[in-house]
């Protein structure tokens, strides 16, 4: 019963945060761009596992294309609840000033979950290292989410926040980008999810609204 009402308390806040903060932030002229993703897991066992992603992304209020990228990598649960990943990925992007040109990237990191009946909270730590024109970008991702499965439904709500900082910026601890990203995923099979959701991209200079779709295979 506790964890019902802690759920509860999870889809109001979602629905709150849908109602309020993300419609304004979404009308204040920001640019509009797209996510399509197709994420697939394979399961060796119940430590290993390897996964791959590939992901086209549009800019300019949907009109340009901004990058493809596909990567894959494996997964290690070193403890029943944290896993380690390691993951590399080819990126072909545009942009106005650059043209078109290809990028490189790893990245490795660690996931820690907390379950509670049908509440779960995430939090990941990620170092990547992006290669583009012969020079490197460093970044450490941090991002906590949460997500509450429905009883009796197949609808997943969740919500997460994801800080970006720049290891090579002398003040490391400001945040040069933060994701705040409500969504929801749908379990159609066992093997089968889709999951939508908006994100609000706070960069420095720039925002950004973003519409996104993931369909999820779990083999």
């Known amino acids: 019963m506790r964890t019902h009402r802690l759920g509860k308390f999870f889809l109001v806040f979602c629905w709150l945060l849908a109602l309020g903060y993300f419609p304004l932030?979404?009308?204040?002229?920001?640019?509009?761009s797209s996510w399509t993703s197709v994420v697939v897991n394979h399961k060796f066992n119940n430590s290993?596992?390897?996964?791959?992603?590939?992901?086209?992304?549009?800019?300019?209020?949907?009109?340009a294309f901004e990058r493809f990228f596909i990567n894959a990598g494996l997964g290690y649960k070193v403890l029943p609840n944290w896993e380690v990943k390691g993951v590399l990925a080819y990126h072909r992007r545009s942009s106005?000033?650059?043209?078109?040109?290809?990028?490189?990237?790893?990245?490795?990191?660690?996931?820690?979950f907390w379950r509670k009946g049908d509440f779960r909270i995430r939090w990941r730590e990620r170092f990547q290292h992006?290669?583009?024109?012969?020079?490197?970008?460093?970044?450490?991702?941090?991002?906590?989410?949460?997500?509450?499965?429905i009883p009796s439904t197949i609808l997943v709500p969740y919500f997460s926040i994801e800080t970006f900082?720049?290891?090579?910026?002398n003040d490391f601890f400001k945040a040069e980008r933060i994701r705040y990203m409500p969504g929801l995923?749908?379990?159609?099979?066992?093997?089968y999810s889709l999951s939508a959701f908006y994100?609000?991209?706070?960069?420095?200079?720039?925002?950004?609204?973003?519409?996104?779709?993931?369909f999820i295979i779990n083999l």
């Open 165 to 169: 900082n720049d290891l090579e910026d």
């Open 130 to 149: 992006t290669f583009a024109f012969g020079d490197g970008e460093m970044i450490v991702r941090s991002r906590l989410m949460f997500d509450y499965n």
């Open 199 to 214: 994100c609000r991209q706070d960069d420095v200079i720039t925002k950004t609204n973003i519409a996104g779709v993931e």
């Open 25 to 32: 932030k979404a009308q204040d002229g920001a640019d509009w």
């Open 185 to 191: 995923r749908i379990n159609l099979t066992n093997m």
């Open 96 to 112: 106005v000033s650059k043209g078109s040109f290809n990028a490189y990237r790893y990245h490795l990191g660690s996931e820690a």
């Open 48 to 63: 290993l596992r390897v996964m791959s992603k590939a992901q086209v992304r549009s800019r300019d209020n949907f009109s």
